[in-house]
Nanobody, 116 residues
């Protein structure tokens, strides 16, 4: 089992930046990839970014060039968000998956609100 605890988030003006953090605990040695997702009001949860143990990083087109995912060690994963727009307002979730598995472990979610 893997447990994920998120921190960061809050209110930011359009054009600003924000960094979200995710701390993993438990059987972290088995984590193959860490990802970030978000869910805006009235919309389905969507993939934002992913980083794998091999160093690969993938981003959704909507955030490419503005958001950066990083995993500094086995515990901490970050999502740095820059040039935020109103459309980035959502609840953000970090998630972990094991090799050849889906994202089965989720953080508690954190609200990001972008104001004009």
């Amino acid at each position: 089992q893997v447990q994920l605890a998120q921190s960061g988030g809050g209110l930011v003006q359009a054009g600003g930046s924000l960094t979200l953090s995710c701390a993993a605990s438990g059987n972290i040695g088995r984590i193959y990839a860490m990802g970030w997702f978000r869910q805006a009001p009235g919309k389905q949860r969507e993939f934002i970014a992913e980083t794998t143990s091999s160093g690969a990083r993938n981003y959704a087109d909507s955030v490419k060039g503005r958001f950066t995912i990083s995993r500094t060690n086995a515990v901490f994963t970050y999502l740095r968000m820059a040039n935020l727009t109103l459309e980035d307002t959502a609840i953000y979730y970090c998630a972990a998956r094991l090799r050849l598995a889906t994202y089965d472990f989720w953080g508690q979610g954190t609200q990001v609100t972008v104001s004009s």
